[in-house]
């Protein structure tokens, strides 16, 4: 359930552990559009349940997995009845991972499985999951470091299944495929030290070797979005960490985060995050 929020953004209140958050889920509230710094794993038990993430509606039946990636905008749509498990967790102090950072860059905004697709892939996937909620539910001594062990072996596992299937796809032979993936997942990590700087499509594929047609196109296609919609998203995660601390200006949070202008700062903060650099600092002077 929502218990805090504020626009778009939810704070999620967390209880037993400081950074993950798991409930046993039987409302039939619809909850509107939101997003959280959490990632948030669903995993229906008895009927179905909705889920809608830029434009596309997901409909999950029971033992259906859906991960959503933090700070992804969601609307949640319940049956009149029904049985799901939430699961909560914050990233940050995984964030640093370079493999982290490629796997949720990859999947995009987030990763859905199914024993209809892939049983032997989903199978595994939800066992795995199943023993982080049995983890969670006892409160054993450590569990808090197991469940996160948990989590990131489901996360390496989505990864590589990720991999495998978009060599399956591909029209390339193996060997030419998996060079060009290894040229983008090198730009990725490109940008994710140097986003606060003035990186431009032409600079990035020029370091790939490819014309920028080329190159954007292999990039939306390994990424699942744009250069410039993954540049912007690296920033505006970054300003998030900057507007929690009052002591930095907006301009400055602006500058800091790689924006050529405040105005441009703000107006893509928006577009993100359905509210203003402004507003969303209100939210944690307000808690």
């Not at 939306?220 to 993954?230: A, L, N, R």
């Amino acid at each position: 359930m929502i218990e805090n929020l504020n626009g778009q953004h939810e704070i999620v209140n967390y209880t037993k552990y400081d950074r993950i958050k798991l409930y046993d889920n039987v409302e039939t509230d619809c909850y509107p559009m939101h997003w959280h710094s959490s990632m948030e794993i669903i995993y229906p038990l008895e009927n179905s349940y909705e889920v809608i993430i830029n434009n596309t509606r997901y409909k999950l039946t029971p033992k259906d997995l859906l991960f959503i990636w933090p700070g992804t905008t969601h609307e949640l749509i319940a049956p009149p009845t029904g049985r799901r498990i939430i699961f909560q967790a914050e990233l940050s102090l995984l964030k640093d991972m370079k493999d982290m950072n490629t796997i949720l860059s990859l999947t995009g905004d987030c990763f859905v499985s199914n024993a209809r697709n892939h049983s032997s892939f989903h199978n595994e996937l939800a066992s795995k999951f199943t023993r982080l909620v049995e983890e969670y539910n006892n409160g054993q001594m450590f569990s808090e470091t197991t469940i996160y062990s948990a989590l990131l072996d489901m996360i390496a596992t989505i990864g590589r299944f990720y991999m495998n299937q978009k060599l399956m796809d591909s029209t390339s032979n193996q060997q030419i495929y998996y060079q060009n993936v290894d040229k983008i997942l090198q730009c990725c990590e490109y940008i994710n030290a140097h986003f606060t700087e003035n990186l431009t499509l032409d600079q990035i594929a020029d370091m790939a070797n490819f014309s920028k047609f080329h190159f954007s196109r292999l990039f939306k296609e390994v990424t699942s979005v744009s250069f410039y919609k993954y540049v912007s998203q690296k920033r505006i995660s970054h300003a998030e960490t900057l507007l929690s601390d009052p002591r930095i200006s907006v301009t400055q949070v602006a500058i800091q985060s790689g924006f050529s202008t405040p105005i441009a700062f703000t107006r893509m903060f928006k577009l993100m995050k359905g509210c203003s650099p402004r507003d969303f600092r209100k939210i944690y002077e307000d808690i």
